[in-house]
């Protein structure tokens, strides 16, 4: 592996120029050979491999350009260095697997926003880009707040933007795979309620006139994980109501319970049981036939993401209860690998 990693640098050691013309002209000609050419062509197969070569070229050459262009930012902005260095501390401080799961995450990451820009993908490009983003949150916190996030509760949190931005919206994990909006939503529920316990215990430590009790410690933090699910909720509420955007799942029930169908205008509600389709009138004449029941816009997504947030805050209360009852005895306890803790002067 020493000798192959030279060898490769040797191979796309490439200047500025003579990359951008391999990797517009792998671009054209792969364009070309998908809109000309048959798949079993030779030419075909050629200006396939060419453009492999030139993806490489790229991913090589976005590294190196993107280092010289921190370090241009670093020059400029003193402030921005000083993250920077930070940054670089702060990695060197996580062990193997985090530091591993940082890495790999990122360059997916990289390689997802490179493939947006190449297939004209503008708006998922800006979400990766978004992705790298929120990637820094973890290091901001620490260096502002002079607090220090378990290995464990740090690499979840990188999990949870990869699985919600790259995996869920971008290759749409949220449409082909069951339950996963519920799973994140779940995680979600439980890392707020880490959060918020950490911000009341740091207080409470800390503090010579604040001694609260571990149940109220647990109520807070179920407390402040609820109200940030339902403040996403709000978001995807207006998201929904402001852009062309669907962030608020739709669902087919074969039940409807309401008075607006009574006939005697009654404040009694009528039941239409085993709906199989419902007709949707719009525009000029046109309709649109649902089968499989009536389209209930929102309202059960949103009530199930708060019930499995719900779950989520519950069972970290409950661990951050026992935990600190029993925080002196027991260093090495489960919900201990979740909660931020304040850093030393020293550290």
């Not at 920077?84 to 990122?106: D, P, Q, T």
């Not at 503008?122 to 502002?144: A, E």
């Not at 005697?264 to 719009?282: F, K, M, R, S, W």
């Amino acid at each position: 592996m020493k000798k192959v990693v030279p060898a490769l640098r040797k191979i796309f050691r490439l200047g500025d120029l003579q990359a951008v013309l391999i990797i517009i002209s792998s671009a054209a000609f792969l364009w070309y050979a998908l809109a000309k050419f048959e798949p079993t062509a030779v030419l075909s197969h050629v200006a396939y491999y060419y453009s492999i070569y030139g993806f490489i070229v790229l991913i090589v050459k976005m590294r190196e350009w993107m280092t010289r262009f921190n370090r241009f930012v670093r020059k400029r902005f003193p402030a921005y260095d000083r993250f920077c260095v930070l940054r670089e501390e702060s990695l060197n401080s996580r062990g193997r697997a985090a530091k591993a799961i940082y890495i790999v995450l990122r360059l997916l990451t990289i390689m997802s926003a490179v493939a947006m820009l190449l297939q004209g993908e503008y708006g998922n490009f800006v979400l990766c880009i978004f992705t790298l983003l929120l990637f820094t949150l973890p290091d901001i916190i620490q260096q502002n707040f002079a607090v220090h996030l378990p290995t464990t509760l740090e690499t979840i949190i990188y999990c949870f933007i990869f699985c919600a931005e790259i995996l869920g919206e971008i290759n749409n994990f949220y449409g082909l795979i069951p339950g996963w909006d519920t799973m994140l939503h779940t995680i979600n529920g439980f890392l707020c309620a880490a959060i918020g316990f950490a911000l009341v215990d740091m207080l409470n430590r800390h503090s010579k006139n604040i001694h609260l009790s571990p149940a109220y410690l647990a109520l807070t933090a179920f407390c402040f994980s609820m109200t940030v699910g339902v403040v996403w909720e709000f978001i995807e509420f207006f998201g929904d109501q402001l852009f062309t955007v669907d962030m608020q799942k739709d669902t087919l029930v074969p039940v409807v319970k309401s008075i607006l169908i009574n006939p005697a205008g009654a404040n009694v509600p009528v039941v239409l049981q085993d709906i199989h389709e419902t007709v949707i009138h719009y525009g000029a004449g046109e309709s649109y036939t649902v089968t499989g029941g009536y389209l209930d816009i929102g309202i059960a997504d949103t009530m199930k993401d708060l019930f499995v947030n719900f779950i989520g805050a519950v069972v970290f209360s409950a661990f951050g209860y026992f935990y600190v009852k029993q925080r002196d005895a027991d260093k090495n306890s489960f919900a201990g690998r979740f909660i931020p803790v304040v850093r030393k002067e020293d550290e």
